[in-house]
């Protein structure tokens, strides 16, 4: 009986590539700035809520 031969998929190329960032730096301003919005004080507490309930 013969086998179907069957050719071996190609490694993929691994190679380390420079990506240049496409954002200048986050400044502490932005970073004061976000952290002031109503959206993230939703995402602290529900943080805080979760690190309570694991504590337990």
Do not use: G, H, N
């Amino acid at each position: 009986m013969d086998l179907p031969e069957y050719e071996t998929p190609a490694e993929p190329d691994r190679t380390p590539r420079y990506r240049p960032t496409e954002e200048p730096p986050t400044t502490v301003a932005d970073c004061l700035a976000d952290y002031a919005t109503p959206q993230a004080a939703r995402i602290r507490a529900t943080c805080d809520k979760q690190q309570r309930r694991a504590a337990r």
